[in-house]
């Protein structure tokens, strides 16, 4: 499984942003993706995932601003950031697991991982 994200930059406060993160290799059509974190010196956080059911689970410091989705036909998942605040400025991962249940947000239930796409907000 590969995973590519796309999307990232910088943006001002109160600004938006719509990452995409595009699988390929799927053979389990019961999987997860999730989004995750990492600003510097401190841990990988999950932020928002998705499940095959298309049902959802977010992070306190994002609910009401970010909203995940996916298109299954493509294989492909977003994150429309809305809101933006400078706390939110880290290296965003998009991440996959074959075989869930629920969306998962722990970074350590997940198995595939993409390269990261950095998110500057100033």
């Known amino acids: 499984v590969q995973l590519v994200e796309s999307g990232g930059g910088s943006v001002q406060a109160g ?11 799927y053979t ?3 999987h997860c993706m999730g989004w995750f974190r990492q600003a510097p010196g401190k841990e990988r956080e999950g932020v928002a995932a998705i499940d095959s059911d298309a049902r959802t689970r977010y992070a306190d410091s994002v609910k ?15 994150l429309q950031m809305n809101s933006l605040k400078p706390e939110d400025t880290a290296m965003y991962y998009c ?8 969306p998962l ?9 993409g390269q ?7």
């Open 15 to 25: 600004g938006s942003l719509r990452l995409s993160c595009a699988a390929s290799g």
């Open 28 to 30: 389990d059509s019961r």
């Open 64 to 78: 009401g601003r970010f909203t995940i989705s996916k298109d299954n036909a493509n294989y492909t998942m977003y």
């Open 95 to 102: 991440a996959a697991v074959s075989r869930c249940l629920l």
């Open 105 to 113: 947000m722990a970074a350590l239930d997940y198995r595939y991982w």
């Open 116 to 122: 990261g796409t950095q998110v500057t907000v100033s």
